[in-house]
């Protein structure tokens, strides 16, 4: 899967699920949390996500706006993750 492929994943499980299906033009480097679009326990959703959908775990002292705010900060862990981290 390339890079712009889990982008488009990441990008639609969290406009359809974390932020309730609402038409949004979400970009890769819009803050999530700080920007107000989704709190801090959806990252934990996101990290279920990850998990599920490409076999990568985040540590759970990662799943804060630091290390995981944008979609582009994500699969960047993503891809670390999946290399061997």
């Known amino acids: 899967m ?4 889990a982008k488009a994943k ?3 499980f969290i406009v359809s699920e ?3 299906g609402v038409d949004y033009a979400l970009v ?3 803050p999530l949390v700080s920007g107000g679009l989704i ?5 934990a959703h996101v990290a279920v996500f990850l998990e599920r959908e490409f076999g990568v775990w ?10 995981l705010d944008t979609i582009e900060q994500i699969v960047d862990r993503l891809e670390l993750e999946r290399r061997g981290g």
Do not use: Y
């Open 10 to 12: 990441l990008r639609q």
């Open 28 to 30: 890769d480097d819009e």
């Open 18 to 20: 974390l932020m309730d």
């Open 58 to 67: 985040i540590p759970e002292k990662e799943l804060n706006a630091e290390h």
């Open 39 to 43: 709190d801090s326990f959806c990252l």
């Open 2 to 5: 390339t890079r712009e492929e």
